[in-house]
């Protein structure tokens, strides 16, 4: 659970996930509130780790996944600390890691009946060109490329290249990318959009400049990957 100045919210978030979660992970991304203190106070199985400067959502991410790595665990979930991921679709999102059908799978807002309603317009336009741009430059069929509820399993936190991922916001394209150069199965379930009292930290700069910046370094990822598969044929 990445935070970065989530006082008003975490509790929440923590009070939200499910009972038959076996640790939870908090990453404080160097908050200037009392993130860490509060989510202290909140019984379970949770862990709160700090960073001591402030590295951007993917690097909090990154610092999770490992630890939840560290600690053994076959499946790991990434939700959100201002509670804008619904706790009660997490058992969707983990039953195709389950079954075995997908090593990474993503939650899908754009897919929620009438999504459009739930979520405030510009986000709702923002992610259908944001995702369209992604599905072009990975070549994979995703509908919410931004969406930050996911779960994976062991085998993709151990193949995925955590020091390479973008530590900033940008960061699930980045990752969508590194999973379809390694071959990993991607797939999407529906989740209910949640919108309430959170603020978004996604500035006018990150959809200019970051997020497109993002997405065109995967698809140039995928296009030296196809070159080093031409080159491989040819030799062969």
């Known amino acids: 659970m990445p935070a970065y100045n989530e006082a008003k919210l975490i509790r929440r978030a923590l009070d ?18 009392a993130t860490t203190e509060i989510a202290r106070t909140v019984e ?9 400067a402030n590295q951007g959502v ?3 991410i990154t610092t999770g996944c490992r ?7 076959d499946l790991t979930a990434v939700m959100a600390a201002d509670g804008q991921m ?13 079954a075995g059908e997908a090593d990474f799978v993503k939650g899908n807002r754009l897919g929620w009946p009438e999504a459009s309603k739930a979520m405030p317009r510009h986000r709702w336009l923002g992610n259908h060109l944001f995702s369209l741009l992604t599905r072009q430059a990975i070549g994979v069929d995703l509908q919410d ?6 779960t ?26 590194q999973l379809a150069v390694r071959g990993l199965r991607v797939r999407e379930i529906p989740v209910r959009p949640v919108y309430g009292l959170e603020r ?4 006018l700069h990150h959809v200019l400049f970051i997020i497109p910046f993002v997405i065109g370094r995967a698809w140039l990822r995928r296009q030296a990957l196809r070159r080093e598969l031409a080159r491989s044929t040819s030799l062969g």
Not at 67 to 73: E, M, N, Q, R, T
Not at 200 to 203: T, V
């Open 58 to 60: 993917g690097a909090a």
């Open 86 to 98: 619904d706790g009660a679709d997490l058992p969707a999102l983990l039953a195709p890691l389950i």
């Open 200 to 203: 978004s930290g996604i500035r």
């Open 152 to 177: 994976m399993n062991r085998r993709t936190q151990e193949r995925l290249d955590w020091d390479q991922l973008w530590k900033g916001y940008g960061y699930p394209n980045d990752l969508l990318s």
């Open 67 to 73: 630890h939840a790595l560290s600690l053994g665990a």
């Open 44 to 52: 379970g199985p949770i862990a709160v780790i700090e960073h001591a």
């Open 16 to 33: 939200g996930v499910p009972p038959f979660v076996d640790h939870i992970v908090v990453v404080d991304d160097a908050s200037a509130d």
């Open 145 to 150: 490329s931004q969406c930050g509820s996911v």
